[in-house]
């Protein structure tokens, strides 16, 4: 790394030395990453603060804005860093694909573009563009980012700038039409925004404060469980909102109890009966109380929208149930039950008759939530889902998984999780399912209990073995048995005997031989390290590990180290999606896109 220690060449540059805060990361390039300050970690909240500290350290240094012309020095400064990332560039094809996915080098090229736009931006004539161009690079921000916390964020720093931007950004009322309720009562800034927003449709996420999500622009002045909704406060939200219900395009709610979700729903059949038109395309109910619970007798469920679901295409439900019989549902591409109680679970066959009805359905999710079990009649059929790519299955018995997977074929889909099967084995259904997703990309497996057996493991290789295109593969809480699976030789259970080697060492087949990509959480950093290594040994390395950012702390140095000896190992944030997942979320051969743009 010494190379980009030497200042970029140029007769007519005279580079100024640099701040020493700006090119101090560079004397770490040599240093181990287990020994890298925490800052220089991607996914950490240190990574972030560090950028935050660079961008405010140099603003103090700056001169008040109209005094001193610093444009010559910003344009130099600006072009030595781009000279520095090109010269990252040419290292890293020079020492060939390990520096790719060495993430040093990918936190010193994104380091040094960082800084560079520091100082760019500072010559970029914004204000001179027309209006409608300067409007279009704020919607880029705006819905550029990560997470609904940084988009709030962003519109409020782009209405902070000078009278200008302020004025195109209020005028504009797309960019206020995604609006998450996380003020608190009156909710006097979120109802602002839905008054910006006009006639555009809206996006709009409604949620009891979760501390998880605080972000500095929460103004919050008392602790979260002090903020329950109340079916009246719930309601009067509701009527505010529901002038405009023509307009909503996507409502998400988060509430703790049964009260203001029911008056949610109440809400939405009165307005259809009333005779406004229903737009929506998405809805998301979670109840996040005591799951499974409901309220008895007495209360009869609400027809979704009144009956008017023709625009729906996404919905989730969870711990909350719909007149299902009642409320019509078809060409959805999205379905998504979590911990709804069997006796107010849709019936078998009226969950056969919404898969029917559903023909191009994407993604299927049953958390704790499916149908009620009946006898399996002598011409059971199973539904043919051709389009499915994600299925989520989780929370059942062995007995009722293998009944769930049965009502169904999803020949192509592309990314499959098991979780929270426990309480006993589940070979049975592992050793059901085999075979039927030839297609898989990217597999979970978060708390499946499969026997330690020679049963249990044989089961497992030959389950893998039929996913031969597997590249991603995300574990948590796993018995180390289940993981040792993908290295064992499938020739020894029968498998692949008349099949050409793939010139692997040792001459024999390796299972799931394009898997490039590992994340974890809850696991021993020692074993997977070890595990890597064995992948490595047998001609199929891993490109990439990444570790959950909750978890880094369970990683010990010695263990980061081993790991990083033979792949690149990054930090994910919970909940993120990394480049590789996103890559196969967003590509398949049939061009489609499972991605979803949560906001």
Known sequence: MSDLNQPARSAALVVPPLHPVLDAVEMHMTVPLNRWPKYAIMGTADYKKRQEFLMTDHLKKLPPPGTIDTSAKDLSLSTMFMHKMAQI???????????????????????????????????????????????????????????????????????????????????????????????????????????????????????????????KDDDWGYKEDDHRFTAEQMEELMDKLFVKVSQIRMLVLVVDNWPPALVVLRKLQEAAEAGKTINMERLEIHRMGQPFVWLGPGRTPAVLFGGQTRALKYLCLSGIHIDWNATPLSNLSTIDLRKIAMNVAPTLNRFREVLLACPRLQKLSLDGAGPQPSARKPDHVPIDLPHLKVLIIGGFSMLYSCYILSQFKAPNVRDLTLMNLTGEDYTTMIAGITGRYRELRLLTLYTVNISPTEGGTKAMVRFLYAMPCLSYLRIASMKWHVIEAFNKDPREYGLGRDTATQSFPQNRLVLCPKLQTIEFQQMSGTKIAEWVVTRKELGAPLRRAYVNSPYVDKVTAAEADMIQQVVGLFIAPLGSTTPEERALATCDRYGESTRENIY
């Not at 790719?100 to 010559?123: A, Q, S």
């Not at 009156?186 to 602002?192: K, V």
Request: proline share 7%.
């Open 89 to 215: 560039q040419h290292i890293i094809r020079r020492q060939g694909p390990a520096a790719n996915d060495d993430p040093r080098y990918t936190y010193l090229y994104d380091d040094m573009r960082f800084k560079r736009n520091i100082f760019y931006w500072r010559n970029f004539r914004m204000n001179d563009l027309p209006p409608e161009i300067i409007t279009h690079i704020f919607r880029i921000a705006a819905w550029s980012t990560s997470t609904p916390a940084e988009g709030t964020h962003t519109r409020l720093l782009l209405t902070s700038v000078c009278a200008k931007w302020r004025r195109l950004m209020i005028e504009d009322c797309t960019l206020w039409s995604a609006i998450w309720f996380r003020d608190p009562p009156p909710y006097e800034r979120s109802l602002e925004w839905f008054k910006r927003a006009g006639g555009a449709p809206l996006d709009i996420r409604i949620n009891e404060h979760d501390a998880d999500w605080k972000s």
